[in-house]
């Protein structure tokens, strides 16, 4: 069983950063794939970034401004956001699987937070 609780979400203006944070319960961290995905009011939630030991992946929306990384002792999992534009205003989700791979559809993801909004303004 794994928890995963978000924070760092916050009122922001286009062009600012946010750094989001997600914090692991569980003691096999390792062995998960980690992921953040997001859901804007209306739309589906979509894939962000994900981190593993095979490495990282991006959304192409998010690539070259945003930055997922993990702190194994800490069991924490970061998403650092730059250059934000409005469209990036979303409910951000931390989420979780047992895997060495990196997966980008939602359903593949056992485990999820509660969310922490980021609102992005013009």
């Known amino acids: 069983q794994v928890q995963l609780v978000e924070s760092g979400g916050g009122l922001v203006q286009a062009g600012d950063s946010l750094r989001l944070s997600c914090t692991a319960s569980g003691r096999t961290f390792s062995s998960y794939a980690m992921a953040w995905f997001r859901q804007a009011p209306g739309k589906e939630r979509e894939f962000v970034a994900a981190i593993s030991r095979s490495g990282n992946k991006y959304a192409d929306s998010v690539k070259g401004r945003f930055t997922i990384s993990r702190d194994y002792a800490k069991n924490m999992v970061y998403l650092q956001m730059n250059s934000l534009k409005p469209e990036d205003t979303a409910v951000y989700y931390c989420?979780?699987?047992?895997?060495?791979?990196?997966?980008?559809?939602?359903?593949?993801?056992?485990?999820w937070g509660q969310g922490t909004q980021v609102t992005v303004s013009s």
């Open positions: 989420a979780a699987r047992l895997s060495v791979v990196n997966g980008v559809i939602p359903q593949s993801y056992a485990y």
